[in-house]
């Protein structure tokens, strides 16, 4: 059952690149409308300057609702991973399903993760099965004092108030960004910008916002000190209804190469995320207090 584990720590860093990413997909009250999200067969207006065009598609996320994508790409220390996922603002709640190529078998393999209503839900497979009774799905708590409240990406969800994932706005603090050419994503013409920022950019940029976006910025600039990288490359192709169709994150970190793509599928349509069945499903809160653990 580790091996399981070992790979559910990777979905979970993928889960919150997921949210990262969710703030530089763009939506305004176009969204939502027959063509899923598309945006049209435009690409960007001629005259955009690269900076207008970026700070458009991320100032757009304030408007999400929901978003479903396809990732793919080389996590610190995990090793490469694809999957596909949907995430709802409004309830909560999240689906992932992964496919990791980690450094050694233990490390390699499928996961599902869905989360919702304070509970993560893991598809441990047939391997757990003979430990769990015949059950292949395993429900974490999430809430405050649940075996897994330390892991819930949900919480920012939860705890962003007018700007799903905020984080991402740091390609606004890029002062290199240029217009790579335009590209088809999808079946989507699109705008491609490239830019780069170091953690000093990040520093400065954190001057003059306010309390709660400094704070949250603050945090991420932290996180990213701690893994070692220092400059960031990304990758932004907008549509020409000012939606990111496709972002690309890249670094160098102590524990090797972050190189993510985020594809994204549809915009604020309906995500359901259902609990799997309980006949199916073992407590782990249940079983770590029976243990005495």
């Known amino acids: 059952m580790r091996s399981t584990f070992v790979r559910g720590g990777a979905a979970l860093g993928a889960a919150a690149l997921a949210l990262t990413a969710f703030t530089a997909c763009g939506d305004d009250e176009g969204a939502g409308k027959a063509d899923g ?119 920012e969800l939860k705890q962003a108030d007018d700007n799903p994932a905020e984080d991402t706005q740091m390609m606004n603090a890029a002062d290199d960004l240029k217009k790579v050419g335009e590209e088809e994503i999808e079946g989507v013409r699109t705008t491609r910008y490239t830019g780069t920022v170091t953690l000093d950019d990040l520093r400065a940029e954190l001057e003059g916002v306010d309390a709660k976006a400094k704070k949250n910025r603050q945090e991420k600039v932290d996180e990213l000190a701690e893994t070692g990288a220092d400059e960031i490359t990304m990758d932004m192709w907008i549509d020409g209804e000012d939606r990111t169709k496709q972002f690309r994150m890249r670094a160098d970190t102590k524990e090797g190469p972050l190189d993510t793509t985020m594809t994204f599928l549809s915009y604020n349509e309906p995500v359901t995320v259902k609990a799997p069945p309980a006949a199916e499903t073992a407590d782990m809160d249940a079983m770590m207090e029976e243990g005495g653990a």
């Open 37 to 155: 999200g598309k945006g049209g067969n435009a690409a960007q207006p001629v005259g955009v300057t690269p900076a207008a065009a970026v700070r458009k598609a991320t100032e757009n996320a304030e408007e999400f609702t929901s978003l479903e994508y396809r990732m793919a790409g080389e996590m610190p220390g995990e090793g490469a991973m694809e999957g596909t996922g949907a995430i709802s603002l409004d309830p909560p709640a999240m689906q992932m399903t992964m496919t990791v190529d980690g450094a050694t078998p233990a490390e390699s393999g499928e996961l599902e993760i869905r989360l919702l209503d304070d509970a993560m839900y893991m598809n441990l497979g047939e391997e757990a099965a003979a430990e769990m009774d015949g059950k292949t799905w395993l429900k974490m708590g999430m809430s405050e004092g649940g075996s897994g409240a330390d892991e819930n990406p949900l919480l």
